[in-house]
């Protein structure tokens, strides 16, 4: 009942932590002293949170209780499908590509809404504690359940990297820290994050990383945006800056580009940006684009991360408002993203036009100290040009305050937000993982269970993955756009014919589900092997045809299975009535009740 007094406790705490800071740096203190209380603060904060929602009950454990409030339900699934992945590294990507990117963000906001329609209220009508448990229950086939939990692996897994790399490189920037320590703090805050209370320790230290993200995102924009234009709206005021955008480009010397002459999307080196921001199909040619976001939007329909959110709440309409709520605050970031790349933009190209009069920007030396930019003369005419400024695109969204000659402690706000973001979503993939390792396929093996009890399983699961994925950030060069747009390409061709065909279609049955799923993510690897050899799935728009390819395909061998193989069961029919009906108990509590009768008798 005090929830609300108590995130506003947490909000303003994060607040006034800022204004004491501003308050310090404008006393002498060090921007390594400011950065690493802004930074470590929070983490504190979280940590306490994740604490104070520590439990030992099952349901407590893997649904949160099924009591979390609409609105903090939508606080976390808006973090998970936007992630720290999109805060900087598509938020980078679109002052490099410009319109080209928005598909991106189009696609989230579409898959948001289908999510919500499609899938979401009835998912939350069964109530299982993961995706793999619901095509498990929906066609009473332990084997599917393992079938989907071995399957949604590698993009949940694809999607924990990413976003553990970009908490990985906020923490080695602004603490700051070798590699392997930021690695050794992300990993082992999210993993005891997980073990210590499992869905409820995430939902609610989540919601205080939401809370702190908005806020940190908000503000230095909303003073950029002041700075720029007078108005504090970024949102709805940037397309006034686009002229001088132009302009700016223009003088500049960027100039139009075909796709055939840039590659894609931009990798996470260091790169120039060449294309102008309002050239339509300037990277990605139309299909491509559309490619894209039709790949986003199936693959975040059928996120296991942002699905597995589904059982959390208190009844089937808390959930649709839930999903109403999450595609609000995603369609609000989609909007503000490009305001981000706006603004920088016209600040650096504004200041670069200035160089041959006015010499070097100021902004050039700290932002080359935070390794967020190297500016080098290639051609060796004694100034710097706009091909010779080479941006870290996961670093725009951070040097928009040192473009902008704000205060040190806006950028470390910043930085604080973005890891904020980047530690809820991470923590909730893992514990997808977790989750489904244990109580998908280790309770299909030991069903009672006998062996061992279910959350000592699943903290060894979460435990293990979070071992696994620290191993594979110190050895491995992860690319989180990259790794991002794969894991929905594998979640859109893997999940989204088979959700769609199991909650719309009471003629599928096990086999035309078990088809659905091999099929897609069969076909959809394949194209992700031999992307090197031929040529397919080696770019961003190929990689998101391929996954239509593969979802088409899935979808049809899905049908073709189901109408040639054995007819669904009495029982089937029942079931999918039952799933249909918005009111009444829990279906797979009502399981758990009767298998837990027999036991309790014998007992």
Same mark, same amino acid.
């Given at each position: 009942?005090?929830?609300?007094?108590?995130?506003?406790?947490?909000?303003?705490?994060?607040?006034?932590?800022?204004?004491?800071?501003?308050?310090?740096?404008?006393?002498?203190?060090?921007?390594?002293?400011?950065?690493?209380?802004?930074?470590?603060?929070?983490?504190?904060?979280?940590?306490?949170?994740?604490?104070?929602?520590?439990?030992?009950?099952?349901?407590?454990?893997?649904?949160?209780?099924?009591?979390?409030?609409?609105?903090?339900?939508?606080?976390?699934?808006?973090?998970?499908?936007v992630?720290?992945?999109?805060?900087?590294?598509?938020?980078?990507?679109?002052?490099?590509?410009?319109?080209?990117?928005?598909?991106?963000?189009l696609?989230?906001?579409?898959?948001?809404?289908?999510?919500?329609?499609?899938?979401?209220?009835?998912?939350?009508?069964?109530?299982?504690?993961?995706?793999?448990?619901?095509?498990?229950?929906?066609?009473?086939?332990?084997?599917?359940?393992?079938?989907?939990?071995?399957?949604?692996?590698?993009?949940?897994?694809?999607?924990?990297?990413?976003?553990a790399?970009?908490?990985?490189?906020?923490?080695?920037?602004?603490?700051?820290?070798?590699?392997?320590?930021?690695?050794?703090?992300?990993?082992?805050?999210v993993?005891?994050?997980?073990?210590?209370?499992?869905?409820?320790?995430?939902?609610?230290?989540?919601?205080?990383?939401?809370?702190?993200?908005?806020?940190?995102?908000?503000?230095?924009?909303?003073?950029?945006?002041?700075?720029?234009?007078?108005?504090?709206?970024?949102?709805?005021?940037?397309? !006034?800056?686009?002229?001088?955008?132009?302009?700016?480009? =223009?003088?500049? $010397? +960027? *100039?139009? /580009?075909? @796709?055939?002459n840039? %590659?894609?999307?931009?990798?996470?080196?260091?790169?120039?940006?060449?294309?102008?921001?309002?050239?339509?199909?300037?990277?990605?040619?139309?299909?491509?684009?559309?490619?894209l976001?039709?790949?986003?939007?199936?693959?975040?329909?059928?996120?296991?991360?942002?699905l597995?959110?589904?059982?959390?709440?208190?009844?089937?309409?808390?959930?649709?408002?839930?999903?109403?709520w999450?595609?609000?605050?995603v369609a609000?970031?989609?909007?503000?993203?490009?305001?981000?790349?706006?603004?920088?933009?016209?600040?650096?190209?504004?200041?670069?036009?200035?160089?041959?009069?006015?010499?070097?920007?100021?902004?050039?030396?700290?932002?080359?100290?935070?390794?967020?930019?190297?500016?080098?003369?290639?051609?060796?005419? !004694?100034?710097?040009?706009?091909?010779?400024?080479?941006? =870290?695109?996961? $670093? +725009? *969204?951070? /040097?928009? @305050?040192?473009?902008? %000659?704000?205060?040190?402690?806006?950028?470390?706000?910043?930085?604080?937000?973005?890891?904020?973001?980047?530690?809820?979503a991470?923590?909730?993939?893992?514990?997808?993982?977790?989750?489904?390792?244990?109580?998908?396929?280790?309770?299909?093996?030991?069903?009672?269970?006998?062996?061992?009890?279910?959350?000592?399983?699943?903290?060894?699961?979460?435990?293990?993955?979070?071992?696994?994925?620290?191993?594979?950030?110190?050895?491995?060069?992860?690319?989180?756009?990259?790794?991002?747009?794969?894991?929905?390409?594998?979640?859109?061709?893997?999940?989204?014919?088979?959700?769609?065909?199991?909650?719309?279609?009471?003629?599928?049955?096990?086999?035309?589900?078990?088809?659905?799923?091999?099929?897609?993510?069969?076909?959809?690897?394949?194209?992700?092997?031999?992307?090197?050899?031929?040529?397919?799935?080696?770019?961003? /728009?190929?990689?998101?045809?391929?996954?239509?390819?593969?979802?088409?395909?899935?979808?049809?061998?899905?049908?073709?299975?189901?109408?040639?193989?054995?007819?669904?069961?009495?029982?089937?029919?029942?079931?999918?009535?039952?799933?249909?009906?918005?009111?009444?108990?829990?279906?797979?509590?009502?399981a758990?009740?009767?298998?837990?009768?027999?036991?309790?008798?014998?007992?």
């Amino acid at each position: 009942p005090h929830l609300g007094a108590y995130y506003g406790i947490v909000a303003s705490a994060f607040v006034s932590l800022a204004i004491l800071l501003a308050m310090a740096e404008q006393l002498g203190w060090r921007d390594g002293s400011i950065a690493r209380l802004m930074i470590l603060m929070p983490l504190v904060l979280y940590m306490a949170i994740a604490v104070a929602a520590r439990t030992l009950n099952i349901e407590d454990f893997f649904t949160s209780g099924r009591r979390v409030p609409q609105v903090y339900n939508g606080f976390v699934m808006a973090a998970i499908t936007v992630g720290g992945t999109g805060f900087f590294a598509y938020t980078g990507a679109l002052f490099f590509v410009g319109f080209d990117g928005l598909g991106i963000g189009l696609g989230w906001v579409c898959g948001t809404l289908l999510a919500a329609v499609l899938f979401v209220p009835y998912l939350r009508r069964v109530g299982a504690y993961t995706l793999p448990a619901f095509f498990g229950f929906r066609f009473r086939s332990p084997l599917t359940r393992m079938v989907a939990s071995a399957l949604q692996i590698a993009p949940t897994f694809l999607l924990l990297a990413a976003e553990a790399k970009i908490a990985t490189m906020v923490i080695s920037i602004f603490l700051p820290a070798a590699n392997w320590v930021a690695v050794l703090i992300v990993i082992v805050f999210v993993a005891a994050t997980g073990i210590l209370g499992g869905m409820r320790a995430l939902t609610w230290s989540g919601s205080a990383q939401f809370i702190t993200g908005s806020l940190g995102l908000a503000i230095p924009l909303t003073v950029v945006a002041v700075v720029l234009t007078n108005l504090p709206a970024p949102q709805f005021i940037y397309g !006034g800056l686009l002229g001088s955008l132009q302009n700016a480009e =223009a003088a500049a $010397g +960027v *100039a139009a /580009a075909g @796709p055939s002459n840039v %590659a894609g999307l931009p990798g996470h080196e260091p790169v120039a940006a060449v294309t102008p921001f309002l050239q339509a199909f300037g990277t990605i040619s139309e299909a491509g684009f559309f490619a894209l976001f039709f790949c986003f939007a199936l693959g975040t329909a059928a996120l296991p991360s942002l699905l597995a959110r589904s059982g959390v709440t208190a009844s089937v309409a808390d959930q649709r408002r839930s999903a109403a709520w999450s595609l609000l605050l995603v369609a609000l970031f989609t909007m503000t993203a490009p305001a981000i790349v706006v603004f920088a933009k016209v600040l650096v190209f504004g200041d670069i036009v200035l160089i041959p009069t006015q010499g070097l920007p100021a902004w050039l030396g700290g932002l080359s100290e935070l390794q967020l930019l190297r500016a080098t003369d290639l051609n060796g005419d !004694g100034s710097i040009s706009f091909s010779d400024l080479l941006i =870290a695109r996961d $670093g +725009v *969204a951070l /040097a928009l @305050p040192t473009l902008a %000659a704000l205060p040190y402690v806006l950028t470390a706000l910043m930085a604080a937000a973005g890891l904020g973001i980047a530690l809820a979503a991470s923590g909730s993939h893992l514990f997808t993982l977790g989750a489904s390792l244990s109580d998908d396929l280790y309770r299909s093996i030991d069903p009672q269970p006998v062996i061992l009890p279910r959350l000592l399983v699943a903290w060894g699961a979460i435990g293990g993955i979070a071992l696994i994925m620290a191993i594979y950030l110190f050895i491995a060069d992860v690319d989180a756009l990259s790794y991002m747009l794969t894991a929905f390409a594998l979640a859109a061709a893997t999940f989204f014919p088979a959700l769609f065909l199991a909650t719309w279609w009471q003629r599928c049955t096990v086999w035309g589900a078990l088809a659905s799923l091999a099929i897609g993510f069969g076909f959809m690897l394949l194209c992700l092997i031999a992307g090197g050899l031929v040529g397919i799935a080696d770019t961003a /728009a190929g990689t998101a045809a391929a996954s239509l390819v593969s979802a088409l395909l899935a979808l049809v061998g899905g049908i073709g299975a189901s109408l040639y193989g054995p007819a669904p069961k009495a029982a089937d029919y029942a079931f999918f009535e039952a799933m249909r009906r918005p009111d009444g108990e829990t279906l797979y509590d009502q399981a758990e009740a009767q298998t837990a009768a027999p036991q309790s008798k014998t007992e």
